[in-house]
């Protein structure tokens, strides 16, 4: 019987995997649902002994199972150019195995790096996690070794262990293919940080936007309790709020709070969820803990990528992009390379205009530029932001001060309140880009975005400026 491989991820499911997946059934053939191999083009994506079909769709399963559609046919997936040059870590498993499954986990090396961490003591598993370079990849780059290491010196009688998944940045999903794909992996991450920090306590807080990543993780969590208790994990569902990325944010939000940032210090690592000494990462960084606690993972981990930016990053292909998609690889790679050899150009086929790397708040990038290496300190040199990872492309229709405005417009919508310059600055600065011919405008508006930047509480309004100067910057055309 022919056995057919189909993602259940939610942009496959967007896509038709559902119909595609009951015709396949409907025709006889055993249909397992896997997770993504990030090639979101192609979704819904079929795989049949290796060989690739898509976009599928049924009224061309005869010929798929015939293996007759060749205008569908990719190949051996593996094979591929999008996935043969990439240096999957997190996304070992993506495309291979089923996202509930112990078995597929298991033999595929999972929860070994979990049991050898609890046979290492909490300083050695600390020590390992530094030596690998790991940066947070929720966007600050925070050393994570350096993190856990304060929780675990902090005294307190109980201590957390908290994962960020409110992936709210445009063009991200990396956190999402995660949950929905391979949340073993991050379960896994979760406990070893626990055991590090001496926490027994864990949650994780999702955005309800993925109703299909929460079902994934309360179902994972169930069948993977007897293997990490004691520790305790339990899903915290948030209402959209994109300042609840923000670390604080959060925290209130899980203690019933309003979702409002706190002023620090103190730092969460100190008095975090609470009160108590808490471990604060995303997705991507408890995802890549197993990789490193295995035998001589710390020393692979730092062998891939360049000077302090060490491992690799899942990097989001989105927006006006031929090819969009999840593409893996070490730090090190240039936007041209990303842009162009991977992501194919404009799905539009007009010329690319700007790229926007780490969401809605991060720097607008023009094509001279784009032999900027993914690094942060490259990116931090060029006033821009990787953050969690994210590209958006846009192609020369775009209209860089309507950009402008949108980074306003969004820091007032999103804005907790909490300061005053980012309640009443992200006001201000969108009625000063309507004057933005006026000399006086323009120098207010330079004094604006400084005061945002230096005086915000936390990175939602001291980001903004980062669109608007680049719009400005590169595209002065588009402003009159």
């Known amino acids: 019987m022919t056995v057919v491989r189909i993602s259940d991820d939610a942009a496959a499911l967007a896509c038709g995997a559902e119909a595609v997946a009951e015709a396949f059934a409907a025709a006889g053939c055993t249909v397992e649902r896997v997770s993504s191999w990030g090639m979101h083009w192609l979704e819904p994506l079929v ?52 996202p509930l499954s112990l078995e597929d986990y298991t033999a595929t090396g999972g929860w070994r790096a979990l049991t050898r961490a609890r046979s290492l003591t909490s300083e050695q598993v600390i020590a390992e996690v530094t030596q690998s370079g790991l940066r947070g990849r929720g966007g600050a780059g925070f050393p994570a070794g350096i993190k856990w290491q304060t929780v675990a010196g902090a005294p307190g009688p109980q201590k957390y262990v908290v994962c960020n998944a409110d992936e709210g940045d445009s063009g991200t999903f990396a956190d999402r293919m995660v949950m929905e794909g391979d949340p073993f992996q991050l379960i896994e991450g979760m406990a070893i940080a626990a055991h590090a920090t001496g926490a027994s306590r864990g949650y994780i807080y999702v955005r309800s936007e993925y109703p299909h990543a929460i079902a994934k993780l309360e179902a994972a969590i169930v069948l993977a309790q007897g293997v990490i208790a004691p520790f305790r994990i339990e899903v915290r569902v948030g209402a959209g709020a994109y300042v609840c990325g923000e670390e604080t944010s959060m925290l209130n939000s899980i203690e019933g709070k ?53 491992g690799t990053m899942p ?86 001060q309507k950009m402008a405005r949108f980074a306003f417009d969004f820091c007032a919508a999103e804005s907790c309140g909490k300061c005053t310059p980012c309640r009443i600055g992200s006001v201000r600065g969108g009625e000063l880009l309507g004057r933005i011919g006026d000399p006086e405008a323009r120098e207010a508006l330079d004094d604006l975005l400084e005061t945002l930047q230096f005086g915000s509480l936390c990175a939602l309004g001291g980001f903004t400026p980062y669109p608007v100067r680049s719009a400005m910057q590169h595209w002065p055309e588009d402003f009159g």
């Open 47 to 98: 795989e049949i002994g290796g060989i690739g079909w898509g976009p599928a769709t049924p009224e061309r399963i005869t010929e798929i199972i015939a293996g007759e559609a060749d205008d569908l046919c990719i190949g051996p997936i593996a094979a591929h150019p999008f996935m043969a040059r990439q240096q999957r870590l997190t996304f070992a498993r993506a495309g291979l195995t089923r």
């Open 315 to 400: 990097i989001q292909l989105a927006g006006n992009i031929k090819h969009g998609g999840l593409y893996e690889t070490a730090f090190g790679i240039t936007l041209n390379e990303l842009i162009y050899d991977i992501g194919g150009g404009t799905a539009s086929g007009r010329p690319v205009k700007a790229v926007q790397v780490g969401g809605p708040l991060g720097a607008y990038i023009p094509p001279d530029q784009f032999d900027l290496p993914f690094d942060y300190e490259a990116f931090a040199a060029a006033d821009a932001l990787i953050g969690h990872g994210g590209i958006v492309v846009f192609d020369d229709t775009a209209d860089m």
């Open 258 to 310: 309003r979702g409002e940032v706190r002023a620090k210090p103190p730092l969460p690592a100190l008095e975090g969820l609470f009160g108590q000494p808490t471990v604060v990462n995303n997705v991507l960084t408890f995802s890549a803990i197993p990789h490193i606690l295995i035998e001589g993972g710390a020393m692979l981990y730092d062998s891939h990528g360049i000077a302090r930016s060490k």
